[in-house]
């Protein structure tokens, strides 16, 4: 895990990744300024880092983009047939098929998808 205080892992041509990151931006966090941006495309989140976004949101099925072409691809029925560390494992392995932006905290917290209240409450602010 980065120092930073967050680490997002976001994709440049998401417009949901981009209000996530105005947003965080003006709460003060900023590449260098708290905040560690990654294209979760090229460098996806690790299997520890998928491991902890489970432990904390309780559900893997929100850690899934539903609506890309990744998992359109592989299908609904065999992504509900993967063991949950099968499913880690896919994900640690196509950065698309996570749905984005995806964030950790220091704090332990995970946040996928872009919800201005619940990252106002994961994140203190």
């Known amino acids: 895990m980065s120092t930073a205080p967050l680490r997002l892992y976001s994709y440049p041509k998401c417009s949901t990744c981009r209000r996530a990151l105005q947003w965080l931006a003006e709460r003060g966090f900023?590449?260098?300024?708290?905040?560690?941006?990654?294209?979760?495309?090229?460098d996806p989140p690790s299997l520890a880092e998928l491991r902890q976004a489970l432990a904390a949101?309780?559900?893997?099925?929100?850690?899934?983009?539903?609506?890309g072409q990744s998992y359109r691809s592989l299908g609904a029925a065999s992504v509900a047939a993967l063991s949950d560390e099968q499913a880690l494992e896919a994900l640690a392995a196509d950065g698309k098929l996570i749905k984005r932006p995806f964030a950790l905290a220091a704090n332990?917290?995970?946040?996928?998808g872009f919800?201005?209240?619940?990252?106002?409450?994961?994140?203190g602010l």
Request: hydrophobic residues 35%.
């Open 115 to 123: 919800k201005p209240e619940e990252w106002s409450v994961s994140l």
């Open 30 to 42: 900023t590449p260098g300024t708290g905040l560690e941006v990654v294209d979760i495309t090229t």
């Open 108 to 112: 332990r917290q995970a946040l996928v």
């Open 57 to 67: 949101l309780g559900d893997r099925k929100r850690l899934f983009n539903t609506s």
